[in-house]
């Protein structure tokens, strides 16, 4: 697969200096993008991964970006991530037991429901709150590359109709 073509994501963390306790910046790096496996043309980075929650971070020294979450959702605690998706790409239709907030940085792209409705993002900035819906996410563009950043929150599953929504990727 091509590599994106949008800038790279620069992440910057703040901690607290051992010695001293003031407040600093602790990493500032490039993100490194992967393509996300069973979803050609989409390609995803941690930004930030927590453990549980209430969180300890802020008590820690450890790069929550180097923690691996299996899949998109960290059981006990959060996922900040960021995704690109390749011109004219279409992820597959797909379920998470969380709660996401996302939010487009760069490009647009077309949010494709479960009921075959489709929602339009132009905007950097524009947000989609994801409670649990089967979803898919087109890219429109036939030359440029779409970016967004999600904050995954892991959920109980919805439920509809006393039927329990589990996590699904429709392939």
């Given at each position: 697969m091509a590599s994106s073509t949008l800038p790279r994501v620069r992440r910057i963390v703040t901690g607290?200096?051992?010695?001293?306790?003031?407040?600093?910046?602790?990493?500032d790096s490039m993100l490194a993008f992967e393509e996300i496996p069973g979803m050609t043309g989409a390609m995803a980075a941690p930004v930030w991964v927590s453990e549980g929650l209430p969180t300890t971070d802020n008590n820690s020294a450890q790069d929550g970006g180097l923690r691996l979450v299996d899949g998109i959702v960290h059981p006990t605690g959060t996922n900040l991530r960021a995704t690109d998706l390749a011109p004219g790409t279409e992820t597959p239709m797909h379920r998470t037991t969380s709660l996401d907030y996302n939010i487009l940085l760069e490009g647009e792209v077309i949010l494709i429901m479960e009921d075959g409705s489709q929602t339009h993002l132009k905007t950097p900035g524009d947000t989609v709150v994801m409670r649990g819906g089967m979803h898919a996410w087109r890219n429109p563009s036939t030359s440029s590359w779409a970016r967004w950043t999600s904050v995954i929150i892991p959920a109980e599953p919805a439920v509809v109709g006393g039927q329990v929504l589990q996590a699904e990727i429709k392939t």
């Open positions: 607290h200096d051992s010695r001293t306790g003031l407040a600093n910046v602790e990493w």
